[in-house]
C-alpha cells in the first residue's frame, strides 16, 4: 500500500566525527625534507668556500662542476618548496570540505539517494522524490536492509517531480519492521519506450564523518558525500550563506596562495 504526501523528517541529535589530521603529517613530512635539504645545501656551500679558499693557483677547481651542482641543488629547493605549496593548497580544500560539512549540521536537504527510513512508531512511512521527464508507469521494487524484496507495486508518474510514499506493508500484507528500505523503479513510456526516472531523499543532517575523505553526511542513518547534496530546503537559509561566505574566503586564499606556485 502507497500514498502521496509531502515529506516530513524529524531532526535528530547532532554528532561530529573528527578526523586524524593526516594533512598535518603530510605537511610534517614535508618540512622534515625541505630542513635536510637545506642542511645540504649549507653543507656544500661550506665546503664550496672552503675549497675555493685553498685551491691550488695553478691548478684551479673546475668552476663549470661546481656550478652545475649549484644549478642542481638550486632546482630541487624550487621542487620541495613547490610541494610545500601544493601541500597548503591540499590542505585548505581539506579544510574547506570539512567546514562545508560542519555548516549541513541541522539542515534539511535533498539529496541524490535510494535509501528511505520507515519508523511504525511514529507514524512516518518511508519517502522518495521521483523525478521523471514524462508521463510514464513505473514498476516499484522495494527491499529491505539484507536485500531481501519485501514489497513491489505499480505506480503512475507525471512529468517532474513526485512523492512516493510507502507504508511498510508488504506484498504479503505484512507490516514491515522500522528500518532503511531502498527503492528501484523501472518506468516505461505511453508506446512502452524505457523512461528514465531519478530517486531523491529528503531528511536532517543528524551527523558529519570528518574522518572520510571528502567528509560524509549523516542522514536518515545513511552516509552521504556532500556532492549528493541536490538542495538545501526551507529553513536552511542560513547555512546556504555561510557556505557561500566560506567558499569565497578559500577561493581568496587560493587566489593569494597560487601567485607564489
Given amino acids: 500500500m502507497t500514498t502521496t504526501s509531502p515529506t516530513t523528517t524529524s531532526p535528530t541529535s547532532n554528532a561530529v566525527t573528527n578526523s586524524a589530521g593526516s594533512s598535518g603529517s ?115 521494487t522495494i527491499t529491505n536492509a539484507s536485500g531481501q524484496t519485501v514489497y513491489n507495486g505499480t505506480v503512475s508518474l507525471n512529468a517532474g517531480t513526485q512523492t512516493y510514499s510507502w507504508n511498510g506493508q508488504g506484498s504479503n500484507g505484512v507490516t514491515q519492521p522500522d528500518g532503511q528500505y531502498t527503492l528501484a523503479i523501472n518506468a516505461t513510456g505511453a508506446s512502452g519506450q524505457p523512461v528514465t526516472v531519478t530517486t531523491q531523499i529528503q531528511g536532517t543532517v543528524s551527523g558529519v564523518n570528518l574522518s572520510q575523505n571528502p567528509p560524509q553526511l549523516t542522514v536518515n542513518g545513511q552516509s552521504y558525500p556532500i556532492s549528493a547534496v541536490q538542495s538545501i530546503n526551507n529553513g536552511s537559509l542560513g547555512t546556504l550563506n555561510n557556505l557561500n561566505s566560506t567558499i569565497g574566503n578559500l577561493n581568496t586564499s587560493l587566489n593569494n596562495l597560487s601567485q607564489l606556485l
Fill in 26 to 140: 603530510t605537511a610534517s613530512t614535508g618540512n622534515v625534507g625541505l630542513n635536510q635539504l637545506a642542511d645540504n645545501f649549507n653543507s656544500f656551500l661550506t665546503l664550496l668556500t672552503t675549497q675555493l679558499q685553498n685551491q691550488d693557483p695553478l691548478d684551479p677547481l673546475d668552476t663549470n662542476q661546481f656550478t652545475q651542482q649549484l644549478v642542481e641543488f638550486t632546482g630541487v629547493q624550487q621542487q620541495v618548496d613547490m610541494n610545500t605549496n601544493l601541500q597548503t593548497l591540499i590542505s585548505l580544500q581539506q579544510t574547506n570540505e570539512a567546514t562545508q560539512a560542519m555548516q549541513f549540521l541541522g539542515s534539511n536537504v535533498t539529496l541524490t539517494g535510494t535509501t528511505g527510513t520507515l519508523s511504525n512508531a511514529t507514524g512516518t512511512p518511508a519517502t522518495w522524490s521521483l523525478s521523471s521527464p514524462s508521463p510514464a508507469t513505473g514498476t516499484v
